[in-house]
């Protein structure tokens, strides 16, 4: 989240670091999703990242590119569980 300059200038470290915390206890709740299997697990977590992005005003010209980042990360957690 913090390698986009915009959002870095319009919400600032302290904001982007809570959106992060934020992301990881979503992600930790969902840690046994078996992401090879269940491709509705994997909506479901990329509807709760955008949702979660969203309500703490992540500007949404990158939002895509910190969904998919936030995903890779979720699915590297869930095999390291």
Request: charged letters at 30%; a positive charge; aromatic letters at 6%.
């Amino acid at each position: 989240l913090i390698t986009n300059k915009s959002a870095i200038e319009i919400m600032g470290d302290d904001k982007l670091a809570f959106i992060a915390r934020e992301l990881l206890k979503t992600v930790r709740q969902s840690a046994t999703i078996d992401w090879h299997v269940r491709e509705s697990a994997k909506a479901n977590m990329r509807r709760l990242v955008k949702r979660l992005l969203r309500k703490y005003g992540y500007p949404p010209d990158f939002e895509d590119d910190a969904v998919k980042l936030v995903l890779a990360q979720a699915q590297q957690t869930c095999r390291d569980v």
